[in-house]
């Protein structure tokens, strides 16, 4: 017999045009709704939005950004460039997770290559049409309406690229993932845990360490490639990360070629009898089984740690039952059976693991809980709530000399005697209070060898106040919550005081003698303040706002005990020019706080015209007591009604009702009951 | 032609195929038995190049067969459990596998329509089971092939369209000396159409027979005495069966056939019949202890 018949030999090639024609006959259903989809959300969609634009200029930006990817606003093609690609690799490769359909593919006269390259084509073909189609309505829209005021062809040559892009990768993503899985299901599921796992995982340890490791800092550069895994990245759909750069997009193309030549790989080595399987490779088994095991846990001790107490037989409760349902649950879909108990041994060796690091974190081996620098060997230390001023400061010096951020959240150390002082609080914060509150501060040492110590604790100022009291009052921590200490007094523009009661003009003050009179006696004070007087809160109305050269403005309160500064000002004849006087109070208005649900419009309420007691409400100090949300049952709203220009100008507050006030003043209080 | 060496493979712990060997001749029909699980499938997907062997060789025409897509254009495989794609029609499948298979012959299939006598234009995957199996033999003989691997082949045929397949292949057969390789968990099935039978159980082959050569060799007799059944009767010959039942005696024996009939004219019976023995009979008679294991491994 001849086996080489010649023009009857099926021509070993790289694709098969009867393959990729099949393909393409079973599924331009979903070509089709893509590019339909495109089409409704972007050309039709302009046409419909084309008279507004015109005139508007948001509405034109709106358009325009519809067209960036990455950047814009476009989370529905964002979303279905999320979708198709994944979708579409499902189907195409759905024959591998059947047998019957697996053996029927494979005992055509193709090799593995050809079934693979052809499907790949035939999905490819599927993905770029529609986005080419849609490209060419959006450019035959841009040469013949007005929409080319919008967005230029280079938009759409952008649009065009950056979704192929995506498209690509991640059709390349789902094919690699699917040669992994003998399961439709499977596959698209670990087709999106691919994506979404090493931030996940990230999240969930860190989230683990914050709980089970007093004073763990998920300190992270704030630039890290979990940044850009491409598909958070989309749907994010941020400016964060800026534009995407030439390099990101070779980046992200080569990690396409990647996948799809591994892919192949893959599939030339996958045993065909896996079909149906949820892991098509042994090795992987285990991987996956742990894998599942190791997530579920954290999931577990994540999810009790916050709904219940973040203790220790809390948490670990949680891991025990989050691993038992992951390991089990794994090992039942591996087996495809319920039947799973022989399995106990390998959950034991898991969980002994499991409990070895726990002991190690619970006995701190590595010392990193009771690991506090001696004041000698900081150079430098951060403390604050907010974590950017310092990584502005420390890792990314592109920083503009006047931002806000610099200053907002968190104090430098470098005095010795503030270090120590920093360094004594950290000992108090060790210990690890029963309930914790307050924010959470970071403290950050720079060491003298350059290292960095990270340390995070919820810091509670009630608590730690004989330990925050030295660092509160030093000048360093004054000179970064007042920037007015440090200032450059030529680099003031202005200073401009308002009563922020009155719609009075403010006085501007611009004269130079002026300004440095008041800085200074503004210093002297805010130096003089304790850390009592730095955490009271105090109602204080009058603003002083001081502007630098750059336009960039700082708030400062005219505190009660400013009394120098209140002087000046009165000495200088401006007090009297801004602040808000009993006389010009019309009349108030008591109204007894709004019950839960209650309409607004339904409360009870009492108007004061007599001066004696507008007088005594407008001084009335009632912070001393304040809760945390003056508000609500136990607390009356009032609100001073003053004479403007323009006709009333109104104010408000709220007092508690059982505030020591006047017999007067009660009377009117109890008249709302 | 078909040469299968020390083909081995498993599934997880499950052995499927241990150490098989197995011989195919070009232009025979070989009956491939077993019961259910031994192995029937699993070797045929390695046939028809599905599966990769963990172990051995799978040659067709000297040629591997993994991966070779030459010597596939030239395999029909018709597997118990058929797929199609579920959108399609007889008439666009038959275009796809024109495509895919270059030796496919359009005017045979047009000329089957016929024989078949199903509307081409109907979705196969609204097809009944039966149906479905006579579109896949339809498009299998279109493909021209050299050698074909039935799976299961006849399940859901009704007689006359088994009929009419079986004449078609063994036309065939005859024609163009197709090999066919047939599985069946049912020897009555096979025994009209095999020239050589191999038994597979728990992933090994147990024998392998050729049927002219079984047939004519063993026989079914039966001997009524009026006395007592003498002693000694046949004694020259391989008895490998024998049962009385007063003075019945049934014997299968080995032998040359006249010299069998004469040995039993010797002990003078009041009637002598040779019975015709089937297939299953042969084979439990023949293979003794082996043979007994048959028994339960063939319905």
């Given at each position: 017999?001849?086996?080489?018949?010649?023009?009857?030999?099926?021509?070993?090639?790289?694709?098969?045009?009867?393959?990729?024609?099949?393909?393409?006959?079973?599924?331009?259903?979903?070509?089709?709704?893509?590019?339909?989809?495109?089409?409704?959300?972007?050309?039709l969609?302009?046409?419909?939005?084309?008279?507004?634009?015109?005139?508007?200029?948001?509405?034109?930006?709106?358009?325009?950004?519809?067209?960036?990817?990455?950047?814009?606003?476009?989370?529905?093609?964002?979303?279905?460039?999320?979708?198709?690609?994944?979708?579409?690799?499902?189907?195409?490769?759905?024959?591998?997770?059947?047998?019957?359909?697996?053996?029927?593919?494979?005992?055509?006269?193709?090799?593995?290559?050809?079934?693979?390259?052809?499907?790949?084509?035939?999905g490819?073909?599927?993905?770029?049409?529609?986005?080419?189609?849609?490209?060419?309505?959006?450019?035959?829209?841009?040469?013949?309406?007005?929409?080319?005021?919008?967005?230029?062809?280079?938009?759409?040559l952008?649009?065009?690229?950056l979704?192929?892009?995506?498209?690509?990768?991640?059709?390349?993503?789902?094919?690699?993932?699917?040669?992994?899985?003998?399961n439709?299901?499977?596959?698209?599921?670990?087709?999106?845990?691919f994506?979404?796992?090493?931030?996940?995982?990230?999240?969930?340890?860190?989230?683990?360490?914050?709980?089970?490791?007093?004073?763990?800092?998920?300190?992270?550069?704030?630039n890290?490639?979990?940044?850009y895994?491409?598909?958070?990245?989309?749907?994010?759909?941020?400016?964060?990360?800026?534009?995407?750069?030439?390099?990101q997009?070779?980046?992200?193309?080569?990690?396409?070629?990647l996948?799809?030549?591994?892919?192949?790989?893959?599939y030339?080595?996958?045993?065909?009898?896996?079909?149906?399987?949820?892991?098509?490779f042994?090795?992987?088994?285990?991987?996956?089984?742990?894998?599942?095991?190791?997530?579920?846990?954290?999931?577990?001790?994540?999810?009790?740690?916050?709904?219940?107490?973040?203790?220790?037989?809390?948490?670990?409760?949680?891991?025990?039952?989050?691993?038992?349902?992951?390991?089990?649950?794994?090992?039942?879909?591996?087996?495809?059976?319920?039947?799973?108990?022989?399995?106990?041994?390998?959950?034991?060796?898991?969980?002994?693991?499991?409990?070895?690091?726990?002991?190690?974190?619970?006995?701190?081996?590595?010392?990193?809980?009771?690991?506090?620098?001696?004041?000698?060997?900081?150079?430098?230390?951060?403390?604050?709530?907010?974590?950017?001023?310092?990584?502005?400061?420390?890792?990314?010096?592109?920083?503009?000399?006047?931002?806000?951020?610099?200053y907002?959240?968190?104090?430098?150390?470098?005095?010795?005697?503030?270090?120590?002082?920093?360094?004594?609080?950290?000992?108090?914060?060790?210990?690890?209070?029963?309930?914790?509150?307050?924010?959470?501060?970071?403290?950050?040492?720079?060491?003298?060898?350059?290292?960095?110590?990270?340390?995070?604790?919820?810091?509670?100022?009630?608590?730690?106040?004989?330990?925050?009291?030295?660092?509160?009052e030093?000048?360093?921590?004054?000179?970064?919550?007042?920037?007015?200490?440090?200032?450059?007094l030529?680099?003031?523009?202005?200073?401009?005081?308002?009563?922020?009661?009155?719609?009075?003009?403010?006085?501007?003050?611009?004269?130079?003698?002026?300004?440095?009179a008041?800085?200074?006696?503004?210093?002297?004070?805010?130096?003089?303040?304790?850390?009592?007087?730095?955490?009271a809160?105090?109602?204080?109305?009058?603003?002083?706002?001081?502007?630098d050269?750059?336009?960039?403005?700082?708030?400062?309160?005219?505190?009660?005990?400013?009394?120098?500064?209140?002087?000046?000002?009165?000495?200088?004849?401006?007090?009297?020019?801004?602040?808000?006087k009993?006389g010009?109070i019309?009349?108030?208005?008591?109204?007894?706080?709004?019950?839960?649900?209650?309409?607004?419009?339904?409360?009870s309420?009492?108007?004061?015209?007599?001066?004696?007691?507008i007088?005594?409400?407008?001084?009335?100090?009632?912070?001393?007591?304040?809760?945390?949300y003056?508000?609500?049952?136990?607390?009356?709203?009032?609100?001073?009604?003053?004479?403007?220009?323009?006709?009333?100008y109104?104010?408000?507050?709220?007092?508690?009702?059982?505030?020591?006030?006047?017999?007067?003043?009660?009377?009117?209080?109890?008249?709302l009951? | 032609m078909?040469?299968?060496?020390?083909?081995?493979?498993?599934?997880?712990?499950?052995?499927?195929?241990?150490?098989?060997?197995?011989?195919?001749?070009?232009?025979?029909?070989?009956?491939?038995?077993?019961p259910?699980?031994?192995?029937?499938?699993?070797?045929?997907k390695?046939?028809?190049?599905?599966?990769?062997?963990?172990?051995?060789?799978?040659?067709?025409?000297?040629?591997?067969?993994?991966?070779?897509?030459?010597?596939?254009?030239?395999?029909?495989?018709?597997?118990?459990?058929?797929?199609?794609?579920?959108?399609?029609?007889?008439?666009?499948?038959?275009?796809?596998?024109?495509?895919?298979?270059?030796a496919?012959?359009?005017?045979?299939?047009?000329?089957?329509?016929?024989?078949?006598?199903?509307?081409?234009?109907?979705?196969?995957?609204?097809?009944?089971?039966g149906?479905?199996?006579?579109?896949?033999?339809?498009?299998?003989?279109?493909?021209?092939?050299?050698?074909?691997?039935?799976?299961?082949?006849?399940?859901g045929?009704?007689?006359?369209?088994?009929k009419?397949?079986?004449?078609?292949?063994?036309?065939?057969v005859?024609?163009?000396?197709?090999?066919?390789?047939?599985?069946?968990?049912?020897?009555r099935?096979?025994?009209?159409v095999?020239?050589?039978?191999?038994?597979?159980?728990?992933g090994?082959?147990?024998?392998?027979?050729?049927?002219?050569?079984?047939?004519?060799d063993?026989?079914?007799?039966?001997?009524?005495?009026?006395?007592e059944v003498?002693?000694?009767?046949?004694?020259?010959?391989?008895?490998?069966?024998?049962?009385?039942?007063?003075?019945v005696l049934?014997?299968?024996?080995?032998?040359?056939?006249?010299?069998?009939?004469?040995?039993?004219?010797?002990?003078?019976?009041?009637?002598?019949?040779?019975?015709?023995?089937?297939l299953?009979?042969i084979?439990?008679y023949?293979?003794?202890?082996?043979?007994?294991?048959?028994?339960?491994?063939?319905?």
């Amino acid at each position: 017999m001849n086996w080489g018949v010649s023009g009857m030999i099926a021509k070993t090639s790289l694709f098969s045009r009867g393959l990729i024609g099949s393909d393409l006959k079973r599924f331009w259903w979903v070509g089709a709704l893509y590019g339909l989809f495109l089409v409704l959300i972007l050309p039709l969609h302009h046409l419909m939005r084309l008279e507004q634009s015109l005139e508007n200029k948001w509405a034109r930006e709106a358009l325009q950004r519809s067209l960036y990817v990455v950047t814009g606003n476009s989370e529905l093609q964002v979303l279905l460039i999320c979708i198709v690609p994944v979708v579409l690799a499902a189907l195409l490769f759905r024959y591998l997770n059947t047998s019957r359909a697996v053996a029927m593919m494979h005992s055509l006269p193709c090799r593995r290559e050809t079934l693979y390259t052809s499907h790949c084509i035939a999905g490819l073909i599927l993905l770029v049409l529609p986005v080419l189609l849609t490209a060419l309505v959006l450019a035959g829209l841009n040469l013949t309406t007005t929409l080319n005021e919008c967005y230029s062809m280079l938009n759409i040559l952008q649009w065009l690229g950056l979704t192929l892009l995506f498209n690509t990768l991640f059709f390349a993503v789902a094919v690699f993932v699917g040669m992994f899985t003998g399961n439709t299901i499977a596959h698209l599921v670990f087709n999106y845990i691919f994506h979404f796992l090493p931030i996940g995982l990230d999240l969930l340890v860190k989230y683990n360490l914050r709980e089970l490791v007093w004073g763990y800092s998920d300190f992270n550069a704030g630039n890290t490639w979990l940044n850009y895994l491409p598909m958070m990245r989309l749907l994010e759909q941020s400016t964060r990360l800026g534009d995407i750069s030439w390099g990101q997009i070779t980046l992200y193309l080569g990690a396409a070629v990647l996948f799809f030549g591994v892919a192949l790989y893959v599939y030339k080595v996958r045993q065909l009898e896996t079909a149906g399987d949820v892991v098509s490779f042994p090795v992987f088994r285990p991987v996956f089984k742990y894998g599942v095991s190791i997530c579920t846990m954290l999931l577990g001790g994540a999810y009790f740690g916050s709904m219940y107490q973040n203790t220790w037989p809390v948490i670990t409760g949680g891991y025990l039952l989050g691993s038992l349902l992951g390991y089990w649950t794994a090992e039942m879909l591996l087996q495809k059976s319920f039947k799973v108990w022989a399995a106990y041994k390998g959950y034991l060796a898991y969980a002994a693991t499991i409990a070895v690091l726990l002991a190690g974190l619970a006995t701190d081996v590595t010392g990193y809980v009771h690991r506090i620098p001696d004041p000698g060997q900081v150079q430098k230390v951060y403390f604050g709530t907010n974590m950017f001023p310092w990584l502005y400061q420390e890792k990314l010096l592109a920083i503009p000399e006047d931002s806000r951020a610099r200053y907002e959240g968190g104090y430098y150390f470098t005095e010795p005697d503030n270090i120590k002082n920093v360094v004594l609080l950290h000992h108090q914060l060790l210990q690890k209070p029963q309930v914790t509150k307050g924010p959470r501060n970071y403290v950050i040492y720079t060491l003298k060898n350059g290292e960095h110590l990270v340390r995070q604790y919820p810091v509670d100022e009630n608590r730690y106040s004989s330990a925050l009291k030295p660092v509160y009052e030093s000048l360093e921590y004054k000179q970064g919550r007042f920037p007015v200490l440090s200032q450059n007094l030529e680099a003031i523009k202005l200073i401009e005081i308002k009563d922020e009661r009155t719609p009075k003009a403010p006085v501007i003050l611009v004269n130079r003698g002026e300004i440095a009179a008041l800085t200074g006696l503004l210093r002297q004070e805010i130096r003089d303040l304790t850390f009592e007087e730095l955490n009271a809160r105090t109602t204080d109305y009058v603003n002083i706002n001081i502007t630098d050269v750059n336009g960039n403005s700082v708030p400062y309160k005219l505190r009660k005990s400013f009394s120098r500064v209140s002087g000046w000002l009165q000495d200088q004849g401006y007090y009297d020019q801004i602040i808000l006087k009993p006389g010009e109070i019309i009349y108030v208005v008591l109204e007894s706080e709004a019950q839960p649900g209650q309409n607004p419009g339904l409360r009870s309420h009492v108007e004061i015209r007599d001066r004696e007691i507008i007088e005594e409400l407008m001084y009335l100090e009632p912070s001393g007591k304040y809760k945390e949300y003056p508000q609500g049952e136990g607390y009356v709203f009032v609100r001073f009604f003053v004479q403007a220009s323009s006709g009333l100008y109104d104010y408000s507050m709220n007092i508690p009702k059982d505030l020591t006030v006047s017999p007067g003043l009660k009377a009117y209080i109890n008249q709302l009951n | 032609m078909i040469d299968v060496k020390n083909l081995s493979k498993t599934f997880g712990r499950f052995q499927a195929l241990a150490n098989l060997n197995l011989q195919v001749k070009e232009g025979s029909v070989y009956g491939l038995l077993g019961p259910n699980g031994a192995g029937k499938t699993t070797l045929i997907k390695h046939l028809a190049g599905v599966y990769r062997p963990d172990g051995g060789t799978i040659t067709i025409g000297g040629q591997p067969v993994y991966e070779n897509p030459q010597l596939k254009a030239r395999i029909a495989y018709i597997p118990d459990d058929l797929f199609f794609f579920s959108q399609a029609n007889i008439e666009e499948t038959a275009k796809f596998y024109s495509r895919l298979y270059p030796a496919w012959d359009e005017e045979r299939y047009q000329r089957l329509k016929q024989v078949f006598a199903i509307d081409p234009r109907r979705r196969i995957t609204r097809l009944s089971k039966g149906m479905q199996k006579q579109v896949a033999f339809w498009l299998g003989i279109c493909l021209l092939p050299q050698v074909m691997l039935l799976d299961e082949p006849v399940d859901g045929l009704d007689p006359v369209m088994r009929k009419k397949v079986w004449s078609l292949i063994l036309q065939d057969v005859a024609e163009r000396q197709t090999t066919v390789l047939v599985s069946s968990h049912n020897l009555r099935e096979l025994e009209d159409v095999c020239d050589h039978v191999g038994i597979l159980h728990n992933g090994e082959l147990l024998l392998e027979k050729d049927l002219d050569g079984l047939m004519t060799d063993i026989h079914k007799l039966q001997l009524a005495f009026s006395g007592e059944v003498p002693a000694g009767l046949l004694s020259g010959e391989t008895v490998l069966h024998r049962e009385q039942n007063g003075s019945v005696l049934l014997l299968i024996v080995r032998g040359e056939r006249e010299k069998v009939l004469a040995q039993a004219q010797k002990a003078n019976p009041l009637i002598l019949d040779l019975l015709p023995l089937t297939l299953e009979e042969i084979f439990i008679y023949e293979l003794g202890g082996v043979g007994y294991d048959c028994q339960n491994i063939l319905i």
